[in-house]
């Protein structure tokens, strides 16, 4: 059967492409992972359909596009919660629906969250390029064209059909994350904790920074208090590689939490946020407030490991 | 002598899932060296739940899986690995650039010439000069980071980034010379343009040059660029 067209967009919000888990491997050539920044909301949604968890969706950011089935297809809608309908009828997130032919998926506006994932049974027939069909929208390739969907694109998912079976399941209502306005995120010191002082330290983990409207996928900048190097520091470091999550402090004394579409960097890194907090930086949105809380190694393995049992139970039950 | 270069890898954690190994304190061609050593090293003997590993002047991230591996585990492998004969290291290719200087292509020519107290044509004798050791790649997929340029080089930064830099610009900045791979905002200052692909995300590899190699450009006029991009 192959690939199918089974939406096409009618009008496009701001920003909705194609991620999946992201790009890895090819961080020596400079090819950073992308990928979904919520990849528990990506993970669930995909299962929701009967895809792989690893199945490419669209992220939707903020606004949503307006979209028409062309054929039935099953979907799902997990993560930021944009008030999703089906034609008039107010779409339930977090199950999976049957579109039928003709239906129009559209957002009434953003609730709670940043991104939305919209998951199709039998995913997103889009070229592999270097192991993923993510989007890099810097250095335009993967996904549609390396872009943005706008008007009048199409999106073909591979036997659509077979998926239909995939209708009504739902994800356990407790496992849902909730994206508060005011967000704690765990933290690791380091690597470069030892350039800051105690005080700058302190600073960091005992004041609320808010996210500002320059973030994007590359980073959520925040503002609040300067978090101050030490005395006879360079205002740099020398380059090296960095990891979604790292808290750095550029010159301005703000920190940018780093997200998935950077390799290198050259500024200090006060902490780094733990793999079980990472989906929930996809969910924060300018005017948020975070407050960071610093943990042990252990705390972090343990969190990983609840994130883990959570979908893997969900998995199993699928 | 030389102190530059750690005598054992120091060990940064970058949270629960990355581990920074740095072999130096310089942007150093020995030091750079010491971490092409370590990554041809891991690559033929690939670190069980590594998933990604970055090179980059002076140190080596590794980012793991945490249900695989443990940052103690890995911190083991490498102590281990550094012991290892690895002398094993290929020889850097030497690969040549051509670059069409100055005019719309390298719109900072002059101003770097007049920076230096020099003229355009020595500022392109310079850098064709001399050739180039390409420490690491990144910023964006496929740019170069290359040194060391010629003191007589040596320039800052723009003070005003441009927004939009051409894809294939080659450019300066302090010691180091690059070029924009894709097209995208920066502030190196920029001499020429390059016909060469740097980065084509279908093909394999993805991008022309690799940490490790050496670099030399060469200067080519309008016809020859017409030439070079067919």
């Not at chain 2, 629960?16 to 060296?33: F, K, P, S, T, W």
């Amino acid at each position: 059967m192959g690939a199918v067209e089974t939406l096409e967009i009618l009008t496009s919000g701001p920003l909705t492409t194609v991620q999946d888990r992201g790009r890895f491997g090819f961080g020596r050539y400079g090819v950073p992972p992308s990928g979904a920044v919520d990849s528990f909301s990506l993970r669930v949604g995909n299962l929701l359909v009967g895809n792989r968890e690893d199945e490419a969706s669209l992220e939707i950011t903020v606004i949503g596009p307006k979209i028409i089935a062309l054929i039935d297809v099953i979907i799902a809608i997990t993560g930021a919660d944009l008030q999703p309908k089906v034609n008039e009828t107010p779409l339930e997130m977090w199950c999976s629906h049957l579109l039928k032919k003709g239906d129009v998926l559209s957002f009434k506006g953003p609730k709670s969250g940043c991104r939305a994932y919209l998951a199709i049974g039998g995913g997103i027939s889009v070229q592999n390029i270097m192991g993923s069909k993510s989007t890099n929208l810097a250095a335009q390739f993967g996904g549609l064209e390396g872009r943005p969907f706008k008007k009048g694109d199409t999106i073909s998912s591979d036997s659509p059909a077979r998926y239909l079976k995939a209708v009504g399941r739902s994800f356990d209502k407790a496992l849902i994350p909730s994206y508060e306005k005011d967000q704690v995120l765990r933290v690791i010191s380091g690597p470069q904790d030892d350039h800051f002082s105690t005080k700058a330290k302190e600073i960091f983990l005992g004041s609320p920074f808010q996210v500002t409207p320059q973030s994007d996928r590359t980073g959520i900048r925040l503002a609040g208090p300067r978090i101050e190097t030490k005395k006879n520091l360079k205002e740099s470091i020398i380059s090296e590689g960095v990891v979604p999550g790292a808290v750095q402090i550029p010159g301005d004394a703000q920190p940018i939490i780093i997200l998935g579409e950077t390799v290198t960097g050259g500024y200090r890194k006060i902490a780094t946020v733990i793999s079980a907090d990472l989906p929930l930086l996809g969910q924060l949105k300018p005017g948020d407030t975070v407050n960071f809380l610093k943990v042990s190694m252990d705390e972090a393995y343990q969190a990983i490991g609840s994130v883990s049992t959570g979908a893997a139970l969900f998995q199993s039950s699928v | 002598m030389k102190n530059m270069l750690y005598s054992n890898p120091q060990y940064r954690v970058m949270g629960d899932r990355a581990l920074l190994v740095e072999l130096g304190d310089e942007i150093d061609v020995e030091v750079n060296n010491k971490v092409r050593e370590l990554f041809v090293a891991i690559k033929a003997d690939p670190l069980e739940g590594v998933v990604e590993t970055i090179p980059s002047y002076r140190s080596l991230l590794l980012i793991f899986d945490p249900l695989k591996t443990t940052l103690s585990l890995l911190q083991n492998r490498v102590d281990l690995l550094k012991t290892l004969d690895l002398s094993q290291l290929p020889e850097p290719r030497r690969i040549e650039i051509p670059v069409l200087y100055g005019s719309e292509y390298g719109p900072d020519l002059e101003w770097v010439a007049g920076y230096h107290g020099i003229t355009p044509d020595e500022v392109i004798r310079l850098h064709t000069a001399h050739t180039y050791h390409v420490y690491m790649i990144g910023f964006m997929p496929g740019f170069p980071y290359m040194g060391e340029l010629p003191e007589a080089l040596m320039t800052p930064r723009r003070e005003t980034p441009r927004t939009v830099v051409p894809r294939g610009s080659v450019a300066l900045a302090q010691r180091q010379t690059g070029i924009y791979s894709t097209q995208s905002p920066g502030g190196w200052q920029i001499i020429g343009r390059t016909p060469l692909t740097l980065f084509d995300p279908g093909k394999w590899p993805p991008a022309l040059l690799e940490m490790g190699d050496r670099v030399k450009f060469f200067a080519i006029d309008e016809e020859e660029m017409t030439d070079w991009e067919q």
